[in-house]
C-alpha cells in the first residue's frame, strides 16, 4: 500500500490520467487504508458542495472495483480506517509542528478537528467520510 495516498500525492500527467509521489510510507497492510486515505482527504474540500463528497465517492470506489475488488464487509471496515487515518495524522503533525513551521501553522487547527471528531464518533455520530451504505 502507498500509505500516505491523500490529494497532494497525486499529479496530473501530461498525456493524461494521474501518477503517485511520496512513497516513504509504503510497505504492507490492508488497502483499505489507502481507500480511506483518499476518501478522507476529498471529503475535506468536496464535504462543502452538497452531494460533492458522495458522488466522488461513488466514482472513485466505481473506478476502483474495476480494478480490485472490495471484501464483502468493507462498508463495516471503512469508518476504522477512516479514524485510524486520522490517529496517523495526529501522530505526523504532534511531531512535525515543533521542527517544521508550515506543518505549525496548520496543526492546531487539524488537530481540534480530529479530535471533535472522534469525540462525536465515541458519542454516536458516524465518523466524517462514512458513507453511510
Do not use: K
Request: proline letters at 7%; glycine letters at 10%.
Amino acid at each position: 500500500m502507498h500509505g500516505d495516498l491523500h490529494r497532494e500525492n497525486m499529479i496530473a500527467l501530461p498525456a493524461g490520467g494521474v501518477g503517485l509521489i511520496d512513497f516513504d510510507d509504503c510497505g504492507t497492510g490492508h488497502y483499505l487504508l489507502d481507500i480511506a486515505t483518499v476518501l478522507s482527504s476529498v471529503h475535506r474540500i468536496a464535504d462543502t458542495e452538497p452531494g460533492g463528497y458522495v458522488a466522488f465517492a461513488r466514482a472513485y470506489l466505481d473506478g476502483y472495483t474495476q480494478v480490485r475488488p472490495l471484501p464483502a464487509d468493507w462498508t463495516r471496515l471503512l469508518e476504522p480506517y477512516l479514524l485510524l487515518r486520522d490517529a496517523f495524522i495526529l501522530n505526523f503533525v504532534t511531531q512535525a509542528a515543533p521542527v517544521n513551521a508550515d506543518v505549525a501553522s496548520w496543526a492546531p487547527r487539524r488537530i481540534a478537528d480530529i479530535v471533535a471528531n472522534m469525540q462525536a464518533y465515541l458519542e454516536g455520530h458516524p465518523y466524517p467520510g462514512n458513507l453511510g451504505y
